[in-house]
């Protein structure tokens, strides 16, 4: 049986072991995982095999900067489809409301609220929860008004400090680092990657989010490390497969519960 232990600064990355037991470590837990092969459906083997056939994209960064890159990530989250938040993000760049110069709740609040024209719907489509996304873009704006982050923080460090803005979790802070900086460092937890994460026997089913953020961080880490795939590259082959099948993904992979709270 192999040992891994998962820490930071991480390892080097290693061989990846098909079809052998491992026991990776985290700060406070340990899990014994078999690695099977890349044709077992759902298995830590195959998502490495799938990320490593899927085209590498130069940059996952969207936004003109830390603003930006805040208001599309905020934009997004559970119950909100990828296209919603990047046609919302869309607008509220092109009317001028993303500058942070002037912070109107309202007009944030008035173009949420209005449908949008998404590719392959036939009639507009509402946003979800407009007034609660306009009140947490205006609070982070108002934060960074205030507040800028350490200079040349490690990408670990610039994640932790984005929690303290209002309405900003973990996961929403890990994805703004990671669309900025590509890092190996943090990664994004939502439920498609905790239930590919508890199928393929790297997560600990017992762990909920947001509580166990750091349990899962750390070893989705070393499940993209032992597969030597970058770990963005590992979480958005298996968010979009997953976000992408629906409701379909729950019946190959089992119902997480769900905790996309941030």
């Known amino acids: ?9 991480a390892p080097e990355r290693t061989h990846e072991p098909v079809g052998q037991d491992v026991v990776i470590y985290g700060s406070d837990w340990s899990r014994a995982v ?3 092969d890349a044709t077992r459906l759902g298995t830590a083997a195959f998502w490495i095999d799938q990320a490593r056939r899927r085209p590498r994209p130069e940059t996952y960064q969207v936004g003109d900067g830390l603003r930006e890159e805040i208001a599309l990530c905020l934009l997004g989250g559970y119950g ?3 296209k919603m938040a990047y046609h919302a993000y869309a607008r509220l760049r092109d009317e001028q409301l993303l500058t942070g110069e002037v912070v109107d709740i309202g007009a944030l609040r008035e173009a949420l609220t209005r449908p949008l024209e998404l590719p392959g719907h036939a009639h507009p489509v509402r946003y979800r929860f407009p007034s609660l996304k306009a009140q947490r873009l205006a609070g982070a704006f108002e934060f960074l008004r205030e507040n800028t982050p350490p200079p040349e923080a490690e990408p670990v460090h610039l994640r932790d400090w984005l929690t303290s803005l209002p309405g900003i979790g973990p996961k929403t802070a ?6 900025l900086t590509r890092t190996d460092d943090v990664a994004v937890i939502d439920v498609h990657i905790r239930r590919a994460g508890v199928a393929a026997g790297i997560f600990d089913p017992a762990w909920k989010l947001p509580r166990d953020y750091r349990r899962f961080e750390e070893a989705f880490v070393m ?6 795939i970058p770990t963005a590259d590992l979480d958005a082959c298996i968010w979009s497969t997953l976000a992408t099948m629906g409701r379909s993904a729950r019946l190959l992979f089992g119902v997480a519960t769900l905790g996309d709270l941030d």
């Open 80 to 82: 909100i489809t990828e």
């Open 1 to 9: 049986m192999t040992t891994i232990a998962a820490q930071r600064p």
């Open 223 to 228: 499940w993209a490390r032992l597969g030597g």
């Open 174 to 179: 890990s994805w703004v680092v990671r669309n």
């Open 34 to 36: 078999h690695w099977h």
